[in-house]
């Protein structure tokens, strides 16, 4: 089973960046895809972006152009580089995985415990 381990969080002020860190261990070389996700209070958990084995990689329209989804294999790290950021991006930030090369936005297998994101207007 893969483990994910989130770090990179805290307290900014509005336009300022952030890198979110997400470590991943165990049979990671299954891994189709290696996603973000975000949980705002009171709201559902919403896709931010993803990337897949073979490269491809998939944005949020909310955080298009802001937002840079990257990874260092050889770590077997995914870091989320976050620019220009707004008070509407606070949220409880969350790396997922999954084992099925399709459908980057759903169907995440295996999740992190979250890292608290919090920009201050």
Same mark, same amino acid.
Request: charged share 15%.
């Given at each position: 089973?893969?483990?994910?381990?989130?770090?990179? /969080?805290?307290?900014? +002020? =509005?336009?300022?960046?952030? @890198?979110?860190?997400? *470590? &991943?261990?165990?049979?990671?070389?299954?891994?189709?895809?290696? /996603?973000?996700?975000? +949980? =705002?209070?009171?709201?559902? @958990?919403?896709?931010? *972006? &993803?990337?897949?084995?073979?490269?491809?990689?998939?944005?949020?329209?909310?955080?298009?152009?802001?937002?840079?989804?990257? @990874?260092?294999?050889?770590?077997?790290?995914?870091?989320?580089?976050?620019?220009?950021?707004?008070?509407?991006?606070?949220?409880?930030?969350?790396?997922?995985?999954?084992?099925?090369?399709?459908?980057?936005?759903?169907?995440?297998?295996?999740?992190?415990?979250?890292?608290?994101?919090?920009?201050?207007?």
């Amino acid at each position: 089973q893969v483990q994910l381990v989130e770090s990179g /969080g805290g307290l900014v +002020q =509005a336009g300022d960046s952030l @890198r979110l860190s997400c *470590a &991943a261990s165990g049979p990671t070389f299954t891994t189709g895809y290696i /996603g973000w996700f975000r +949980q =705002a209070p009171g709201k559902g @958990r919403e896709f931010v *972006a &993803a990337i897949s084995r073979n490269g491809g990689i998939y944005y949020a329209d909310s955080v298009k152009g802001r937002f840079t989804i990257s @990874r260092d294999a050889t770590q077997n790290t995914v870091y989320l580089q976050m620019d220009n950021l707004k008070p509407e991006d606070t949220a409880l930030y969350y790396c997922a995985a999954k084992d099925q090369l399709a459908y980057a936005r759903t169907g995440y297998d295996y999740w992190g415990q979250g890292t608290q994101v919090t920009v201050s207007s």
